[in-house]
């Protein structure tokens, strides 16, 4: 029994939704057509090559360089978007695919993400389509229904970001005005209220936002201008010096400007602008990456002088990716998810193992997944529900490579 909890509610455990991306835009949407019959395997000799991969609370999807999208793992929700709440594995008793499944339809996507059980994306014709579990209104189309093929958050408005959160969702139009829809019981779609959406409601009328990054049950944003704000639960991870909630955007404490954030389940990690140095804070200690298990309730810098591209906030864990493309995890190890081929538990970042030149690398609920400069996918950590997508239910202490072929 590995360290994170085995069962079916998601109101137990919840993570956050993640993504990781090397580069890239593509062509215009193309119409979406009726849903397979069955799931898509990729199958051919060819590796899929990724732009990005997302990782949720035990699925984990992608974006190839053609604009395709893949799912795999957990699909009790229908998170997968493949049609159908199943799949063609079983993971120790649990509908799910151990491999890249292509997702229903003919859409072309920007990037995606994952949520707990849902799945967010963005086309390349800037609209946001969802799938998997809704009973709280998290893929934003005005109902409580879930779908296991993508549906379309209605509207006219054309968005340039995407984030699914544990049951929220939030998204940036392409005039930088963010919306939030989904679970609101802590503050977390930053409306002012704590009143549940099954539509996207504005989140901090009047600024105007670089990004946003849904965690577990908080959320935090830069803006344009690289001030970084949170808003929702407050166990530390709001960074505003307080254990307070919040429902409204609250700025994060030190004056510092990121370029970067992103919010997991108890911590945020941000990179900062001008050094590119690394800072995180909240109630997983270790997770911080400072050499100790102390809660920080604003943000503390990661031990060394690494300079980073980007880091993201996991479960109880940390991974982040430097400027020359090394990659470092830290945190809690018991599964393995920080790759460095042990299960030794790491108060500083320690580099993960293969010496593979990273684009990104995400976290879910006690794995990781990364994409290299070359577009090729790994995961690494626990794989009870197929979620490292290399064809079986067996862990791994260090990368293992995605086995989806074209």
Sequence with gaps: MKWVKRNAELAII???ATVVSVTGCGPDAQSPSAPAATPELAASSTPLAFRE????????????TDDRAYCWGYNTWGQLGVGVQNGPDECNTHPCSNRPLAVSGTLRFRHLSAGDGHTCGLTTGDRIYCWGLNENGQLGNGTTNGSTTPVAVPGTRRFRQVRAGGAHTCAITTADIGFCWGANNFGQ??????????????????????????????????????????????????????????VRPTLVSGGR??????????HTCAVAETEDRGY??????QALGNGT??????????????????INAAFIHSCGVTTVGR???????????????????????????????????TGGTGYSCGVTTGHRGYCWGDNFYGQLGDGTSTGHLAPQPISGTL
Excluded at 257 to 266: P, V
Excluded at 280 to 285: D, H, N, Q, T
Excluded at 336 to 355: F, H, I, W
């Design 327 to 361: 990659g470092f995890c830290w945190g809690s190890n018991a599964a393995g998810q920080l790759g460095d081929g042990t299960t030794v538990r790491r108060l500083k970042p320690t580099e993960v193992a293969g010496g593979l030149q990273w684009a990104g690398i």
């Design 293 to 310: 298990t102390d809660v920080r309730l604003v943000p503390t810098p990661l031990v060394g002088n690494r300079k980073f591209a980007l």
């Design 189 to 246: 779609l930053g409306d002012g209220t704590k009143t549940r959406r099954l539509n996207p409601v504005q989140v901090g009328v009047g600024q105007s936002w670089r990004q946003l990054s849904g965690g577990s049950i908080h959320t935090c944003g830069v803006t344009t201008a690289s001030v970084a704000y949170c808003w929702g639960h407050n166990a530390g991870a709001l960074g505003d010096g307080t254990r307070t909630d919040r």
């Design 280 to 285: 995180c804070w909240g109630s997983a200690g």
């Design 14 to 16: 919840m993570v956050l």
């Design 53 to 64: 991969i997302t990782t949720g609370y035990s699925h984990a999807c992608g974006v190839t």
């Design 257 to 266: 400007l990121f370029k970067q954030i992103e919010a997991g389940f108890s």
